[in-house]
Structure formats: C-alpha cells, structure tokens
C-alpha cells in the first residue's frame, strides 16, 4: 500500500496536465475555426495543419546510466503562415525516474518534405529529488519526427537527442493528438 500513496501525488499531476491538454486543445481548436472562418482562401501547403497538439508516451534512454524510463507529455506545434517549412514547438515532459524530471523545451521545427520534420531547440529539466529540493538544468534538444495524418488524427513517431548535464539522452516514442 505504501508503494500506491507514494504514486497518488504523480498520478493527481498527469491527471491534472491530461485534463489542461484537452483545456487547451479545445481553446486551440475554436481559435483555429474563427481564423478560417474569416480567412477563406487555404493555401496548399507542405504539411497538412497549420497547428499540431498531442500527448506523447514515450522513453528516454540515458545509456551512460544505463537507465530506460517512461516518459509521458504534451507537445504543440505551429507551422507558420509565411513560411510554411518552419514552425515553433512547445512541450513538456515527465520521466518517470526515481527523482522525478521534468523537461519543458522550446524548439524551432523545420519541414523539408511533406510530412518529415527536424527539430532544435533550448529547453530546461527540473528534477525533484529525494531532499526535496528542485534542480534546474539547462537542455538541448536535437529531433526528427514523421507525421501520419489521418483526417485530423495526427501521429507522429519521434526520435530525440537531449543533452543534460553531461549525460545525453536519447527521446523516443510516439506523439498522438490533433491537426487543425
């Protein structure tokens, strides 16, 4: 039992970053239908949406630690209206380690091929550790990525290099939200 109330606090978060998810999902997806409905001329652009917000499940790898870990998140991406190759993305992560880490990284996206895109970009991890004291590190992070689209389902294998405090990590999984 003891084992169960240590997650209770965890399992109250993912459940509280789940539940802002779909919050801002849906914010995003009326802002998206207001902006069409007043811009009527669609472009025929190289992706499929302008906008992408998933969660993502996951691992991270650190093999000079030799450590596998679940890692769970959300992740938003916008590509933009001018240059319609580049973007920005948002997203944070939690890896589910014995100090719990949390990544929030911010990079820039650039598409080369339709449905292809790279990634790079800063961010920072906070671990919570056994003393309870928070520790902010900073990242980088280096990713490729491949967009399925399906109507506005969005799927997108990923595959990440962070570097953190001299231990790099290797990010992969699977991001699975909307297009819109």
Same mark, same amino acid.
């Given at each position: 039992m003891k084992f169960f109330s240590s997650l209770k606090p965890l399992l109250s978060r993912c459940l509280l970053i789940v539940?802002?998810?779909?919050?801002?999902?849906?914010i995003l997806k009326a802002q998206s239908h207001n902006d069409h409905s007043v811009d009527t001329h669609h472009s025929n652009d190289a992706h499929h949406h302008q906008n992408h917000a998933a969660l993502f499940v996951g691992g991270t790898s650190q093999y000079d630690l030799g450590k596998n870990i679940t890692t769970l998140g959300i992740d938003y991406m916008r590509f933009f209206k001018k240059n319609?190759?580049?973007?920005?993305s948002a997203?944070?992560? *939690?890896i589910l380690a014995d100090?719990?880490?949390? @990544?929030?990284?911010?990079?820039?996206?650039?598409?080369?091929?339709?449905?292809?895109?790279l990634r790079s970009g800063p961010g920072f991890e906070l671990?919570?550790?056994?003393?309870?004291?928070? *520790?902010?590190t900073f990242v980088m992070r280096?990713? @490729?990525?491949?967009d399925i689209n399906v109507d506005n389902l969005v799927i997108s294998p990923s595959f990440d290099f962070d570097y953190i405090r001299y231990h790099p990590a290797v990010v992969w999984g699977v991001n699975i939200g909307m297009g819109f």
């Amino acid at each position: 039992m003891k084992f169960f109330s240590s997650l209770k606090p965890l399992l109250s978060r993912c459940l509280l970053i789940v539940c802002l998810f779909f919050v801002f999902l849906g914010i995003l997806k009326a802002q998206s239908h207001n902006d069409h409905s007043v811009d009527t001329h669609h472009s025929n652009d190289a992706h499929h949406h302008q906008n992408h917000a998933a969660l993502f499940v996951g691992g991270t790898s650190q093999y000079d630690l030799g450590k596998n870990i679940t890692t769970l998140g959300i992740d938003y991406m916008r590509f933009f209206k001018k240059n319609p190759q580049w973007g920005i993305s948002a997203a944070t992560e *939690i890896i589910l380690a014995d100090d719990i880490q949390w @990544l929030i990284i911010t990079p820039l996206v650039y598409q080369p091929f339709e449905n292809f895109w790279l990634r790079s970009g800063p961010g920072f991890e906070l671990v919570h550790n056994e003393t309870h004291k928070i *520790i902010g590190t900073f990242v980088m992070r280096f990713g @490729l990525g491949y967009d399925i689209n399906v109507d506005n389902l969005v799927i997108s294998p990923s595959f990440d290099f962070d570097y953190i405090r001299y231990h790099p990590a290797v990010v992969w999984g699977v991001n699975i939200g909307m297009g819109f």
